[in-house]
């Protein structure tokens, strides 16, 4: 069973940064794909970036260039920085890790940290 554990959401003002992490417990699977969504309110869950096999990343058109996804393998921790956050940018974010289990791929979720952006 794997555990996901995010941090370091919070209220910011545009223009501000924030770094969240996301800590992994009981990761003895072969990860697939591990990366952050979103879901703002009255909004459908989006992909915000993510890391697939080999290392290559991913992200969504709307925070390329602001927002960086990286991973600590030796802590289990995986990281978003958010640069120039954006009103736009407030909602609940979500870490989720793809592992290969029983044969089969199967996603793991976090329980979300809040991110408001506001002036």
């Given at each position: 069973?794997?555990?996901?554990?995010?941090?370091?959401?919070?209220?910011v003002q545009?223009?501000?940064s924030l770094t969240l992490a996301c800590v992994a417990a009981g990761l003895?699977?072969?990860i697939n794909d591990m990366g952050?969504?979103?879901r703002a309110p009255g909004k459908e869950r989006e992909l915000v970036a993510d890391i697939v096999t080999g290392g290559s990343?991913?992200?969504?058109p709307s925070v390329k260039g602001r927002?960086?996804?990286s991973r600590d393998?030796?802590?289990?921790?995986m990281y978003l920085e958010m640069n120039n956050l954006q009103v736009e940018d407030t909602a609940v974010y979500y870490c989720n890790y793809n592992v290969w289990q029983n044969g089969g791929l199967?996603?793991?979720w976090g329980q979300g940290t809040q991110v408001t952006v506001s002036s």
């Open positions: 069973q794997v555990r996901l554990v995010e941090s370091g959401g919070g209220l545009p223009g501000d003895t699977f072969s952050w969504f979103r990343t991913n992200y969504g927002f960086t996804i393998i030796a802590r289990n921790t199967r996603d793991y």
